[in-house]
């Protein structure tokens, strides 16, 4: 049995203001004049689900009482259970004082809300990442972007004006309270929810059909179309999945399915708590919660982030409060033999067959094969096949770290001719002629550094987003600022090289007279002489500068290419 509910948690949210010419005009005349701050899309998508009433019962960004609470048992600071901290963290120097208001815009510049300053507080990155992510390691994805964030965080009360425009899906956006009013039509009062950030296969089909048959519920089928894991298969093709499936093999009258602009934490056992709240204000009173959920795989050292069953046990440990039943469900694997799907723990013989999602990509899509029917509807494996090239046409990104006159460039160039030689496309970006273009005007603070290390991130990560190569080379000296490109391009399309050349040959070098000026205190702040160059903790291939022929070293870096399939192999 499951408890009916028919409200959402908390039963707060932000409701938009109503809207005429008049008051727009005014809105757009008070906005004009207040100082903005343009969100990224963790924070937009944060903002839409704090306007609508997804993160009820919160109804804006938390402030220091709640984060801390949060961070330490779970629960806001009035004791609500809420175990992941949704906060604006801003730089340094965003100037607006407390009592002062921000124009929350999108990155067209959109007014979407107006917030008044309450708090600003200070955000501890390292307790941050151990109480959400339950590690310090920087492979974790959300650890190594939270790394990037401003060291501060303001709140305070927000007039909601707008939710972030989309032009895509638009009957599938559905708010909390019309999610629960289409699902009120539908008749039942029992409701089971799927979260999901992967495609829908076989197995979660029957997943969710037997979920629905042995709860009498409604399913709401409910993916996420926010940020996920980088490499995971773009939304709008997990969407199209779910649209076709849905529509041929599932029963209209108790079936909703609805997106989710939710910035995932991927933080397994805590967000699948997070996700169960959610649901809840989208009027579920069931969710499904299977092996590993919100797991972003393994760490730094190859183990598992979190136990598989984790999520289950700790989600099931707070269901009551929730008011939502978790329905722990195994890995179903097919059953040749029988044609159908049955729980791991059942399996044997030669006759069972189970995929798994690195098979998918690296077996299947990377080479482009078709995706057996045992284990996807026909529509599925022609939208993946539509959407995913072959491994060896992918984008991706090299980037090549180490001091100045290390032979970053050297290297890349030759690269650049030998891949074009294997037919890829390439764009190679130099960190001495992208500042006397697209950074121009930048200097040598920490700051500037970091600015113009970001900027050829964004470039590449658009060049390989388009399935081109980019090679970048530039002396990058902070491994934070190195990591935060790894998670704009994603880790999957990221092959990090450090041209480990001593400081003592780069010296020797110095073709731009930039060493000699430093030792005489002409300048000041030389990566290596006055400011530090922190070295990569793992790049994927070291080489020194000052050994070997730039041609030998290219030659290394095309074979690591080559046996992670990005590049073919030829006679």
Not at 216 to 227: K, M
Not at 318 to 333: N, R, S, T
Not at 497 to 511: A, W, Y
Request: glycine residues 8%; charged residues 20%; neutral net charge.
């Amino acid at each position: 049995m499951i408890t009916t509910l028919n409200k959402p948690y908390g039963g707060r949210l932000i409701l938009l203001l109503p809207d005429n010419a008049d008051q727009a005009k005014e809105r757009a005349r008070r906005a004009s004049r207040l100082p903005s701050l343009q969100l990224n899309a963790r924070a937009l998508c944060d903002l839409e689900l704090l306007m609508s009433g997804g993160f009820s019962p919160l109804d804006g960004f938390m402030g220091a009482a709640d984060y801390r609470s949060v961070l330490e048992s779970m629960r806001l600071a009035n004791g609500m259970l809420f175990p992941i901290p949704i906060t604006l963290p801003v730089s340094a120097d965003f100037s607006v004082g407390l009592d002062g208001e921000v124009a929350l815009r999108d990155p067209r510049n959109n007014l979407l809300a107006i917030l008044r300053v309450a708090e600003r507080y200070r955000r501890d990155p390292e307790t941050e990442s151990l109480a959400v992510a339950g590690t310090r390691d920087m492979a974790h994805p959300l650890v190594s972007e939270m790394a990037g964030w401003g060291p501060d965080a303001i709140s305070g009360p927000i007039e909601g004006i707008a939710l972030p425009q989309h032009f895509s899906f638009t009957d599938l956006r559905l708010t909390p309270e019309q999610t629960r009013a289409r699902l009120a039509e539908m008749g039942n009062p029992n409701v089971v929810a799927f979260q999901t950030r992967n495609p829908i296969h076989r197995a979660h089909e029957e997943l969710t059909k037997r979920a629905a048959q042995e709860t009498r519920s409604t399913l709401l089928l409910h993916p996420v179309v926010g940020l996920t894991k980088p490499g995971d298969i773009d939304a709008h093709a997990r969407v199209r999945c779910y649209r076709a499936v849905a529509a041929g093999y599932f029963d209209p009258g108790q079936t909703l399915l609805s997106v989710l602009p939710l910035a995932m934490r991927m933080a397994g056992p805590k967000e699948a708590i997070w996700h169960a709240i959610i649901r809840r204000n989208f009027g579920a009173n069931a969710f499904i919660v299977g092996r590993d959920h919100a797991g972003p795989g393994r760490d730094s050292a190859g183990r598992p982030y979190y136990a598989a069953d984790a999520a289950q046990v700790l989600a099931q440990t707070h269901q009551d409060e929730l008011g939502v039943k978790i329905l722990p469900f195994e890995e179903l694997v097919y059953n040749a033999d029988t044609d159908a799907y049955i729980p791991s723990s059942q399996a044997s013989g030669p006759g069972i067959r189970r995929i798994s999602g690195t098979d998918v990509r690296e077996r299947y899509l990377d080479a482009g094969l078709p995706l057996p029917k045992w284990f996807t509807r026909p529509e599925i494996a022609s939208i993946l096949a539509e959407t995913n090239v072959a491994r060896h046409h992918q984008g991706f990104c090299i980037w090549f770290t180490g001091l100045s006159g290390a032979g970053k460039s050297t290297i890349a160039e030759i690269l650049v001719e030998l891949l074009l030689a294997h037919g890829r496309q390439v764009t190679l970006l130099d960190g001495d002629v992208v500042r006397t273009h697209l950074s121009k005007g930048l200097g040598f603070s920490r700051a500037d550094r970091d600015a113009n290390v970001l900027r050829i991130g964004f470039v590449a990560s658009e060049v390989t987003r388009h399935n081109g190569v980019a090679l970048c080379a530039a002396v990058s000296p902070y491994e934070t600022t190195r990591n935060q490109v790894r998670q704009l391009v994603g880790s999957e399309r990221f092959v990090l090289i450090h041209v480990n050349t001593s400081l003592e040959v780069c010296e020797t070098r110095d073709v731009k007279g930039l060493y000699a000026k430093a030792r005489r205190g002409e300048v000041i702040g030389v990566t290596g002489i006055d400011d530090p160059y922190e070295l990569p903790g793992s790049p994927d291939l070291v080489v020194d500068g000052a050994t070997d022929e730039a041609l030998t070293h290219a030659l290394r870096v095309l074979e690591l290419l080559q046996s992670r399939g990005l590049v073919r192999s030829t006679a």
